[in-house]
């Protein structure tokens, strides 16, 4: 088998909003495979169909070779999926909630606490393994959430969104155990909207936007299909940004990018000459700045310039998601 996840023309309806139009993947097996794109892009739903809780409207969708909707059940035992919110119990303990999950997939009591324990050291929650999982930091609850996903270890691990709301010392401590666990030959489907952990993660990545795939290769692949420059410049004056954005769309045709620093912009240039170009205008503009740098483009250009819309730090419910929620019960028998 030369691909542990296959879509072709696979569709998810919700009434009249179509979460899924015609999304086609091929991943290979034992790697680290980035799902991006923007609020409502159909990442959620798309996992939720190849992890057989949601039926597919139309199209086909294999899972290591199986089918989702006749094969569900040996689907389900082969795969984990750790979702956008901790599944774990807050009232019992990091060890008891191992314990819990290795019972119910059918290890005897020895070899659940066996198990619990070794996970707790691998993933260096030891310590807080006697204490109600309440009391644990946001980053040591997302630890014991993919914890309890590799109980018994899957030959594929779904992660949705798996830092969102993370400090960056937990996310650098998430990103380290995704790497293990690929190097261990597990496949990982990441989705995510921060783009550095696409970056870092992923041996390939697709962007998906409206249900369909709109993009896919390796970073550096993705970075020059825009083959353009990009020039950052940075403004002395906040309340001047809109006039900087609509200079730039006079001359260029297009608007610049917001950094996450609302003062600092971005826009794609074909050259030197253009950016200097842009630099001037801005000077006679009397639009200072502060100081700029004309680079390669970064991933958060790519997704800006497949999308039109920047990349949002913040998950939002969309019609979808929405959706979703309301039909989360819907698992294929």
């Known amino acids: ?29 034992g790697a680290v495979y980035g799902l991006l794109g923007p609020n409502g892009a159909g990442k959620t739903t798309a996992i ?5 809780l949601l039926r597919p ?9 199986l089918d989702v909707v006749q094969d ?7 795969v984990s999926l750790t979702g956008q919110y901790a599944s774990i119990d807050e009232d019992l303990t990091g060890h008891e909630n191992l314990v819990l999950i290795s019972r119910l997939l059918g290890l005897s009591w ?17 310590e807080a393994a006697g204490r109600q999982v309440r009391t644990f930091s946001g980053g040591m609850r997302r630890r014991i959430d993919i914890a309890a996903s590799l109980v018994t270890k899957p030959d594929i691990l ?30 990982v489907l990441l989705t995510t909207q921060y ?62 990018l917001s950094e996450a620093d609302p003062t600092t912009l971005a826009v794609q240039v074909p050259d030197a000459a253009a950016a200097a170009a842009v630099l001037s205008a801005l000077s006679q503009a009397r639009l200072e700045v502060s100081h700029f740098s004309l680079g390669t483009p970064s991933l958060d250009d ?19 998601d929405t959706a979703d929620a309301a039909n989360a019960t819907e698992v294929i028998a």
Request: hydrophobic fraction near 45%; aromatic fraction near 4%; charged fraction near 25%.
């Open 1 to 29: 088998m030369t691909h542990a996840i296959e879509t072709a023309g696979l569709c998810k309806s919700f009434g009249s909003t179509r979460a899924l139009d015609a999304l086609n993947l091929s991943i290979r097996g």
């Open 48 to 52: 939720r169909v190849l992890t057989t």
């Open 57 to 65: 409207s139309a199209g086909t969708a294999r899972v290591l070779g």
């Open 72 to 78: 569900a059940a040996e689907v389900r035992q082969r």
């Open 110 to 126: 020895p070899d659940a606490r066996s198990r619990a324990s070794e996970l707790l050291a691998v993933f260096g929650l030891t």
């Open 158 to 187: 779904f992660l949705d969104e798996p830092t969102t709301g993370l400090d960056p010392r937990s996310r650098n401590q998430v990103w380290e155990l995704v790497r293990q666990i690929a190097g261990g030959g597990t496949t």
């Open 195 to 256: 783009l550095e952990e696409a970056d870092r993660l992923a041996e390939r990545m697709a962007v998906i936007d409206h249900g369909r795939v709109i993009a896919e290769g390796t970073s550096r692949e993705l970075k020059s299909s825009i083959g353009k420059s990009t020039l950052r410049f940075q403004l002395l004056q906040e309340a001047r940004r809109a006039e900087a954005v609509a200079l730039v769309a006079r001359m260029l045709g297009a608007g610049a």
């Open 302 to 320: 790519v997704f800006f310039a497949l999308t039109g819309k920047a990349p949002s730090k913040e998950a939002e419910a969309s019609e979808a």
